[in-house]
């Protein structure tokens, strides 16, 4: 079982930048593709970023050039840099784990809330 918990989501003006945070416990981090998902009101979840065990990285088109995933394995953490925002962002963004070798494994944390207004 793996726990995630996010933080530094929040209220921040359009231009604004905020960087979430995501623990993982429980497991051997290192062995897990992490991610970021979001989901707006009345829409349907979407990927946002990934990164693998080996900081390979992959982005959604409307992330590329704004936001950066990265992972601290020795503090079994997942973090996005929200660079740029814009009001289309707001949405509550959840962090993900798949286990890279057990098929199927995967975990979901409770989501933190961001706002982009003005």
């Known amino acids: 079982q793996v726990q995630l918990v996010e933080s530094g989501g929040g209220l921040v003006q359009p231009g604004g930048a905020l960087r979430l945070s995501c623990t993982a416990g429980?497991?051997?981090?290192?062995?897990?593709?992490m991610g970021w998902y979001r989901q707006a009101p009345g829409k349907q979840r979407e990927l946002v970023a990934t990164?693998?065990?080996?900081?390979?990285?992959n982005y959604a088109d409307s992330a590329k050039g704004r936001f950066t995933i990265s992972r601290d394995n020795s503090k079994q953490a997942v973090y996005l840099q929200l660079n740029t925002l814009k009001p289309e962002d707001t949405a509550v963004y959840y962090c993900?784990?798949?286990?890279?070798?057990?098929?199927?494994?995967?975990?979901w944390g409770q989501g933190t809330q961001v706002t982009v207004s003005s």
């Open positions: 429980g497991t051997l981090f290192s062995a897990y593709t």
């Open positions: 990164i693998t065990s080996g900081r390979a990285t």
């Open positions: 993900h784990a798949r286990n890279e070798i057990i098929r199927g494994m995967d975990f």
